[in-house]
């Protein structure tokens, strides 16, 4: 049976491999109903969504872009910079979204990873950047219903003009970008190895890595693996 809760529906893994939307190991892509062309053609129309490749509009070092997004849970607006000013120590920044198989995948592991980071001092905060209009279940009420039931260990904010995306660069969820106490870019790659249907357990032990190198004040982890996931869901132009 899909979770439910208020009007969201989060599917279970064994629907997601059955749905429409198809992840395969680098590409994503949704296969929309066939459909006739002007000339009576039948035309099978697949949008291709590339997942994540290494993003260079935020160089390690750089300041994290300041935001200020809902917190549907609280219905309150969420800074990055009074949550670092109130933790102290850094800030994990996770651009993640409720459909996703590759957030599902790692959803225990991101509350655990809350709690730890919380008593590091070092803040976490979740950000949805989908649009809900081809999402609904990444909407306002279902990020509200997720943070309520499972991501009860930092903020999930919505991203609803994708601006904060766009400002870090980031084209997937799950994509993490860890900061240091100053707010610099220390650390934008993968959680692990572990992918959906995958054998690897998921330990997070690249992410996990580079958090105890920064508490110890060393220098960054090098190379850092990008993220894999599913594409962000950006507005369609009208």
């Known amino acids: 049976m899909p979770f439910v809760t208020n009007s969201c529906v989060f599917p279970t893994v064994q629907q997601l491999r059955k749905s429409s939307t198809r992840y395969t190991s680098g590409t994503c892509f949704r296969e929309y109903p066939k459909q006739r062309n ?68 790692i959803s225990e592991h991101l509350v655990q990873l809350g709690t730890y980071l919380k008593s590091q001092k070092i803040a976490m905060v979740g950000i949805s950047p989908n649009d809900p209009d081809q999402f609904p279940e990444d909407g306002v009420e279902c990020i509200k219903a997720r943070a ?26 799950p994509e993490f970008f860890l900061f240091d106490r100053s707010l610099r870019l220390y650390y934008h790659g993968q959680l692990d190895d572990s992918r959906p249907n995958s054998t690897v357990p998921v330990t997070g032990k690249d992410l996990r890595n580079a958090i105890e190198l920064m508490i110890q004040e060393k220098a960054p982890p090098f190379p850092q693996t990008p993220s894999v996931g599913c594409s962000i869901k950006w507005k369609r132009e009208v």
């Open 148 to 173: 309520e039931t499972l991501y009860t260990t930092f903020p999930y904010v919505f991203d609803e003009t994708q601006q904060v995306a766009k400002a870090y660069g980031a084209v997937c969820t």
């Open 38 to 105: 002007k000339i009576g053609r039948v035309c099978n129309l697949v949008l291709w969504a590339m997942v994540k490749t290494s993003s260079l509009e935020l160089p390690l070092g750089s300041l994290a872009p300041d935001f200020r997004l809902l917190e549907p849970k609280s219905n309150s607006y969420i800074s990055l910079l009074e949550l670092n000013m109130h933790h102290g120590q850094g800030a994990l920044v996770v651009f993640m979204c409720n459909h996703c198989p590759f957030v599902r995948h």
